[in-house]
């Protein structure tokens, strides 16, 4: 029988081993990664981000790598049922199909990401394959699928018993209309998920680490606006868009009405604000203020918030609406959640 999990590790090694020619390129060719490190942190967004902050900094505290960090945190909420806005029990798009976004990024500036993809759970290890395997950034769809079937992932149905009913609640008057921070309301575990058919809409994890080697990465994972057309691509699985990670600067990823983030190219923005000097939360808020600037109208009614770390591991965050969220672990502390500034 073929063994995911054996295979998954025997491919990281000998990834691990084509890649290190690729890496010691990129060390000549990157000064940064020898910059002083900065304090190991691990943020990402929304409360769900608590437990998934924890899961990675089991990795950091170890002295592992930041990409590696990030990707064992958001398959926390990937494989939980009871979040309905990213991986397993994800809500569907309009033809009751849940279709996964996700994105990855490491220190030497590689990237890897599949968008559209059906069936499988951690859609974030599949980018990280595509990132470590292939000479491609984004595989979709049914080339994504074949890639993960392929590579040993297993073909799983992801869409739970309460996510189709949610579905079908919505088909009765399939209204598409974007509801602000829902993620946090999809996610009460006191007062598990009773909304009406139409509230339904976005969801993301975004987390961003920099781990005890002073190197930064950052992963983006997400089921992406519930009941979208089927096709619709989302800002998460976009490098520059949903994320972006530049180890001499910063990282960023961002949540909520992608196309807003994919207009504007935020994350990248974010970055290279950061750049020329400003904080990351001074740059989460001018990435923002771009969206609102240029569709005042649009802007009133959605939520679209960004969340960066520099390479100092000062982080912060800017989002159009009140209610964004995000959580923070550090070596002082493993499940801040704090609540990020805003527009309105
Ligand atoms: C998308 N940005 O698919 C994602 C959804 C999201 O908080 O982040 N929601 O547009």
């Given at each position: 029988?073929?063994?995911?999990?054996?295979?998954?590790?025997?491919?990281?090694?000998?990834?691990?081993?084509?890649?290190?020619?690729?890496k010691s390129i990129a060390q000549n060719?990157i000064?940064?990664t020898?910059?002083?490190?900065?304090?190991?942190?691990?943020?990402?967004?929304?409360?769900?981000?608590?437990?998934?902050?924890?899961?990675?900094?089991?990795?950091?505290?170890?002295?592992?790598?930041?990409?590696?960090?990030?990707?064992?945190?958001?398959?926390?909420?990937?494989?939980?049922?009871?979040?309905?806005?990213?991986?397993?029990?994800?809500?569907?798009?309009?033809?009751?199909?849940?279709?996964?976004?996700?994105?990855?990024?490491?220190?030497?500036?590689?990237?890897?990401?599949?968008?559209?993809?059906?069936?499988?759970?951690?859609?974030?290890?599949?980018?990280?394959?595509?990132?470590?395997?292939?000479?491609?950034?984004?595989?979709?769809?049914?080339?994504?699928?074949?890639?993960?079937?392929?590579?040993?992932?297993?073909?799983?149905?992801?869409?739970?018993?309460?996510?189709?009913?949610?579905?079908?609640?919505?088909?009765?008057?399939?209204?598409?209309?974007?509801?602000?921070?829902?993620?946090?309301?999809?996610?009460?575990?006191?007062?598990?998920?009773?909304?009406?058919?139409?509230?339904?809409?976005?969801?993301?994890?975004?987390?961003?680490?920099?781990?005890?080697?002073?190197?930064?990465?950052?992963?983006?994972?997400?089921?992406?606006?519930?009941?979208?057309?089927?096709?619709?691509?989302?800002?998460?699985?976009?490098?520059?868009?949903?994320?972006?990670?530049?180890?001499?600067?910063?990282?960023?990823?961002?949540?909520?009405?992608?196309?807003?983030?994919?207009?504007?190219?935020?994350?990248?923005?974010?970055?290279?604000?950061?750049?020329?000097?400003?904080?990351?939360?001074?740059?989460?808020?001018?990435?923002?203020?771009?969206?609102?600037?240029?569709?005042?109208?649009?802007?009133?009614?959605?939520?679209?918030?960004?969340?960066?770390?520099?390479?100092?591991?000062?982080?912060?965050?800017?989002?159009?609406?009140?209610?964004?969220?995000?959580?923070?672990?550090?070596?002082?502390?493993?499940?801040?959640?704090?609540?990020?500034?805003?527009?309105?």
């Amino acid at each position: 029988m073929f063994n995911r999990r054996k295979f998954i590790k025997i491919s990281a090694i000998s990834t691990g081993i084509l890649a290190l020619g690729e890496k010691s390129i990129a060390q000549n060719t990157i000064p940064s990664t020898k910059q002083t490190a900065g304090k190991p942190i691990v943020i990402s967004t929304w409360d769900f981000g608590i437990a998934a902050n924890k899961e990675a900094w089991k990795v950091i505290e170890k002295g592992g790598r930041a990409v590696d960090a990030v990707e064992q945190g958001v398959h926390v909420p990937e494989a939980d049922p009871k979040n309905q806005s990213v991986g397993y029990g994800g809500l569907p798009d309009r033809d009751g199909k849940v279709t996964l976004d996700a994105c990855i990024m490491d220190e030497f500036g590689s990237c890897g990401s599949v968008a559209g993809l059906e069936h499988i759970m951690h859609p974030i290890s599949v980018a990280r394959l595509v990132m470590d395997k292939t000479p491609h950034v984004m595989l979709v769809g049914d080339g994504a699928l074949q890639f993960a079937l392929e590579n040993g992932f297993k073909k799983e149905n992801l869409l739970t018993p309460e996510s189709e009913k949610a579905w079908k609640e919505w088909l009765v008057t399939a209204k598409y209309e974007p509801t602000i921070n829902i993620e946090n309301k999809l996610y009460d575990k006191a007062a598990p998920t009773k909304l009406p058919g139409n509230q339904y809409n976005h969801d993301t994890i975004g987390m961003l680490a920099l781990d005890q080697h002073g190197n930064l990465s950052g992963a983006c994972t997400t089921s992406g606006m519930a009941f979208k057309l089927h096709g619709r691509v989302g800002d998460s699985p976009i490098i520059g868009a949903g994320l972006y990670v530049d180890n001499e600067i910063g990282g960023a990823t961002s949540t909520g009405v992608g196309e807003e983030v994919i207009r504007n190219v935020g994350s990248f923005l974010v970055v290279e604000l950061m750049r020329q000097g400003y904080s990351p939360e001074e740059a989460c808020k001018e990435a923002v203020m771009r969206i609102i600037k240029k569709k005042p109208e649009i802007a009133k009614n959605i939520q679209v918030g960004f969340l960066a770390l520099n390479k100092k591991g000062e982080y912060g965050a800017y989002a159009i609406q009140k209610g964004f969220s995000y959580a923070v672990c550090s070596d002082k502390k493993q499940d801040d959640l704090i609540s990020g500034k805003s527009y309105y």
